[in-house]
């Protein structure tokens, strides 16, 4: 949800929802300047431009789905399909773009797909075509197959910081 709610966040929301929100924003901007993302970042070849930020939120993505045993007790298509519940039971609470997203997303099990390879490329295919200005998003799994090895020890290093970051930010900022 943090993706598509943008600018102020509505008062009526419910408060759990809300803090959610803060803190995804806050995970954001801490991701954007983490060491490890921009690092990752910059293995990515210059054609992207300000996509390889996205390609970045992809690819690490996948790395978080084909290793979620180590972060999580709860198995991924557990998770997935409690999480694909929520949307269905609060559906009258998602932002428009994210009511027309949703049921493709559960359709399609997005969350457990990621682990895929193939599934990588055509997110970023998709991607693309919502863009204002015209990127190959798509062809950055060459550059995954290349690096991958560098990316996926970046990404490690990132959540280590990123799980602290988190679990001190929802205990100290109740917004």
């Not at 803190?23 to 293995?43: C, G, W």
């Not at 020890?153 to 959540?159: A, K, L, P, S, W």
Request: proline share 5%; glycine share 4%.
């Amino acid at each position: 949800m943090g993706d598509f709610v943008k600018g102020p966040i509505p008062e009526d929301y419910p408060r759990t929802i809300a803090q959610g929100l803060h803190l995804h924003r806050r995970i954001d901007s801490f991701s954007h300047n983490n060491l490890h993302t921009r690092r990752s970042r910059n293995r990515l070849d210059q054609k992207y431009g300000h996509g390889r930020g996205i390609i970045i939120d992809i690819f690490y993505d996948h790395f978080l789905a084909s290793s979620w045993s180590r972060y999580s007790p709860e198995p991924l298509e557990d998770f997935a399909n409690r999480f694909y519940k929520l949307l269905q039971t609060n559906h009258h609470k998602l932002p428009d773009d994210l009511k027309v997203v949703a049921p493709r997303m559960i359709e399609h099990n997005w969350l457990v797909s990621y682990q895929h390879f193939e599934v990588v490329g055509k997110a970023l295919h998709r991607i693309s075509q919502r863009l204002s200005k015209s990127l190959p998003l798509a062809d950055a799994t060459e550059d995954l197959a290349c690096h991958e090895k560098y990316l996926r020890n970046d990404f490690r290093e990132f959540m280590k910081e990123a799980v602290l970051f988190a679990s001190e930010e929802a205990a100290t900022n109740p917004f």
